[in-house]
């Protein structure tokens, strides 16, 4: 298809990991990303063109193990996302989280996470789109055996956009079985 997505990227990156010692670990990795589109229009009719995007980029997590049963950890993201293949429609998706994971008693472990993302749109270029993302999730899993557990969890999302119709609201309420081999 002459009108594809296709593009080439380039990057350049620094990073570290390391596992100091068993209370810090981690992965540090920051860069730079020049992202040149194969094909320039999206359609014959030559009325939307795609724009190379450049930027810095990143994807890094550091864990804490205060003690042996709590597990902290800090993530930091930037990449470069499509909203589709046939468009010129793209965002900057940035994001920061932090979660923790405490285990009770040996076969109980708590899960529980607060995430913020920052969706920013090229288009409409008079007033492109951008969303705040708001995510938090906790859960409590149960270890039966070694290869089996049960766990309940609840995960909330809001998007906030400054275009309404892009906006919701949304809560899980999850239940499940797991298989371990």
């Known amino acids: 298809d002459a009108f594809n997505s296709d593009s080439k990227w380039h990057r350049v990156s620094t990073g570290l990991?390391?596992?100091a010692d068993a209370k810090l670990s981690g992965e540090l990795n920051?860069?730079?990303q020049w992202r040149k589109y194969d094909h320039e229009y999206t359609s014959a009719a030559r009325t939307s063109r795609r724009d190379d995007k450049n930027t810095?980029?990143?994807s890094t997590s550091i864990n804490f193990q205060p003690t042996v049963t709590t597990l902290l950890t800090f993530n930091l993201s930037r990449a470069v996302r499509d909203t589709a293949s046939d468009t010129n429609e793209l965002f900057t998706d940035t994001s920061v989280g932090v979660s923790v994971q405490q285990t009770i008693l040996t076969k109980f472990a708590l899960n529980a996470g607060l995430t913020y993302s920052k969706n920013e749109y090229n288009l409409p270029v008079?007033?492109?789109r951008t969303d705040d993302n708001y995510l938090a999730n906790i859960g409590?899993?149960?270890s039966i055996q070694d290869w089996i557990g049960v766990g309940v969890a609840?995960?909330?999302n809001r998007k906030d956009s400054n275009i309404e119709t892009n906006s919701?609201?949304?809560n899980k309420f999850m239940a499940s079985l797991k298989l371990y081999y």
């Open 168 to 170: 919701f609201t949304d």
């Open 56 to 58: 810095w980029v990143a």
């Open 30 to 32: 920051v860069g730079y």
């Open 140 to 142: 409590l899993d149960y």
């Open 154 to 156: 609840y995960n909330y």
């Open 126 to 128: 008079s007033n492109a």
């Open 17 to 19: 990991t390391w596992d």
